[in-house]
């Protein structure tokens, strides 16, 4: 793996880090992390108030010419809402919880802005 790839991965963890922390602090219970099957994955899987969160991370420089919301390919939301039934098809208990399938964007200044019910 290149410096660049390097740096790239270590990024990501560090916003990942920061979102459950941040999560965390708004009152989020923390369930998994890097919740992973083979057709798809999910950064982080949370419940507050009867809601089950199904959060991708981003860590977003400034620089980039994209908007954050753009990331939710048709193959992205599939392969998150197959990881997401998957855990639910495990974890019965949470099979009365409202879903949100949400943004977690980390700002360069570590601020969370957070998308809720994308898809």
């Not at 108030?49 to 753009?70: C, D, G, I, M, Q």
């Amino acid at each position: 793996m290149g410096s660049a790839s390097k740096r790239k991965v270590l990024k990501g963890k560090e916003g990942e880090n920061i979102a459950a922390e941040l999560l965390h602090e708004q009152g989020h219970r923390i369930l998994e992390r890097n919740f992973r099957i083979r057709k798809g994955e999910i950064d982080i899987i949370s419940e507050k108030e009867n809601v089950l969160y199904f959060t991708e991370v981003k860590y977003w420089a400034r620089t980039s010419p994209l908007h954050p919301l753009e990331i939710f390919t048709q193959v992205k939301i599939r392969r998150m809402k197959t990881a997401a039934q998957y855990y639910l098809s495990r974890n019965v208990s949470f099979r009365d919880h409202f879903v949100s399938f949400s943004l977690a964007l980390i700002t360069e200044k570590r601020e969370l802005k957070y998308y809720l019910n994308l898809f």
